[in-house]
């Protein structure tokens, strides 16, 4: 047992007992590693540092009314930074390889899983690394991923209650054709002097448009975004937009539910039809929206006046989470139990 106030857990990295790592040498994945420390080894040349060669994910496990320990859709998270491994040049963890690790890292971290209905949840961070020693623009020979655990709580601090944005023409996230779609550290670096600057002018997130004409919705910070509008689901398509496993979820839901869905290109003014709008993805699910403000045009756009979320996204939010939780039939096979 821990001494943890689970109630009171921020979204921050708390120290558990074990990481498990697995290097990459000679052309192959080595033998998985079990480590306590909190640290790595590694040369001032590794390629990560130098040319960014790093990509990394974010998945959860919890503990559920039954007793036991679920996580959610591993082979998807599996899937994607094979995607990212690709894109950046580096060999691709094979999912058996990731898979086993996830599950290392969660059984010898067991008793840092938050307790059914703290609010709070057992947070996985596997990331690849170049670590070999590399002075020249190109990819490396040595690798390694590592995954370590941490308890948090809600990512934004009202947990599921509206939040606010304001759009940025100021900063792109991320460039077309470049690495918006892949989940690498680079475009969360880019991030930062946006985000610094709307969350000292008040607000919870900034809010990106296209980056190549302004004029289409992208992303809500480093969230995807959703709306609602009569009985349809409507979320951006774009190549510089994460493909988040949870909207991926919610749309499966939405159509499970009777709704339509439509992935497409958003005119930024279509925001003043939608009734509902929020942010989705592993830290938050998903993150209602109470009004965007855009400076240049002088606008905001409510979508909540009480900061309660809409009845469509209560509806999947209620969903989503029975189903991570076990208390809903895994009808689409999402789930693996933790023995």
Not at 15 to 37: L, M, Q
Not at 114 to 142: C, F, M, N, W
Not at 174 to 201: I, M
Not at 243 to 272: F, H, W, Y
């Amino acid at each position: 047992m821990t001494d943890i106030d689970w109630a009171n857990l921020k979204f921050s990295y708390t120290p558990t007992d074990y990481n498990v790592r697995c290097y990459f040498r000679n052309g192959k994945w080595g033998a998985i590693e079990v480590s306590s420390s909190e640290y790595i080894n590694l040369h001032m040349a590794a390629s990560c540092l130098h040319y960014g060669q790093n990509g990394w994910e974010g998945q959860k496990a919890f503990r559920c009314p039954d007793g036991k320990i679920r996580t959610f859709r591993l082979e998807e998270n599996a899937a994607r930074l094979q995607s990212t491994c690709r894109a950046m040049m580096m060999p691709e963890v094979p999912t058996e390889l990731f898979t086993e690790m996830c599950l290392k890292a969660i059984k010898l971290n067991e008793r840092f899983v938050p307790p059914y209905e703290t609010g709070a949840a057992l947070y996985i961070r596997p990331i690849v690394l170049g670590t070999g020693a590399q002075l020249g623009v190109s990819p490396t020979d040595e690798y390694l991923i590592i995954i370590f655990v941490t308890p948090v709580g809600p990512y934004f601090k009202g947990g599921f209650s509206a939040t606010n944005y304001v759009i940025t023409r100021e900063f792109d996230r991320a460039a077309p054709q470049g690495t918006g779609k892949y989940k690498v550290g680079g475009n969360y670096g880019a991030s930062l002097r946006a985000h610094v600057k709307a969350a000292k002018e008040g607000y919870s997130c900034e809010f990106y448009l296209d980056p190549r004409t302004k004029k289409y919705i992208e992303e809500c910070g480093a969230a995807n975004f959703i709306a609602v509008k009569g009985n349809k689901y409507i979320t951006p398509e774009s190549d510089s937009i994460l493909p988040s496993i949870t909207n991926k979820s919610l749309q499966q839901l939405a159509l499970d539910m009777g709704m339509e869905v439509e992935c497409r290109k958003i005119p930024v003014e279509e925001l003043e039809t939608f009734e509902e709008a929020g942010a989705c993805g592993t830290a938050a699910v998903i993150s209602p929206i109470g009004y965007i403000d855009d400076p240049e045009n002088g606008k905001r756009y409510t979508f909540s006046k009480d900061g309660q979320p809409g009845p469509v996204f209560q509806k999947l939010y209620n969903r989503l989470r029975d189903i991570q939780y076990g208390i809903e039939p895994d009808v689409h096979h999402w789930v693996t139990v933790i023995d």
